[in-house]
């Protein structure tokens, strides 16, 4: 059984900073590409940053010297480091698994998600 959980949400002041983590079991983990998104109310559910299993990064530009992805495969669990945050990064935050792979002609994803954690910025 394929499970993410999130923690590490909140509520934080304009200018603070949080740390998310995301704890995989039941999959390969070094073999996926972790990713966090995030919905506000109202909105679409956007990407905000992935990394590779090889940790190659990239942030969507809102979030570009602010947040830091990172992973840990000894422990099966990613990261995402949010600082100077402010009221437009509240959102719920969902981390995300994904691998693609192929077996002669045949490809195939696995795609996992968590329950997602509360992330508000306010004063």
């Known amino acids: 059984q394929v499970q993410l959980v999130e923690s590490g949400g909140g509520l934080v002041q304009p200018g603070g900073s949080l740390r998310l983590s995301c704890a995989a079991s039941g999959i390969d983990f070094r073999r996926f590409t972790m990713g966090w998104y995030r919905q506000a109310p109202g909105k679409q559910r956007e990407l905000v940053a992935i990394i590779s299993s090889g940790g190659t990064t990239n942030y969507v530009d809102s979030v570009k010297g602010r947040f830091t992805i990172s992973r840990d495969n000894a422990k099966n669990t990613a990261y995402l480091q949010m600082s100077r945050l402010n009221p437009e990064d509240t959102a719920v935050y969902y981390c995300?698994?994904?691998?693609?792979?192929?077996?002669?002609?045949?490809?195939?994803?696995?795609?996992?998600w968590g329950q997602g954690t509360q992330v508000t910025v306010s004063s």
């Open positions: 995300n698994a994904k691998r693609t792979w192929a077996t002669g002609r045949q490809s195939y994803t696995d795609d996992y």
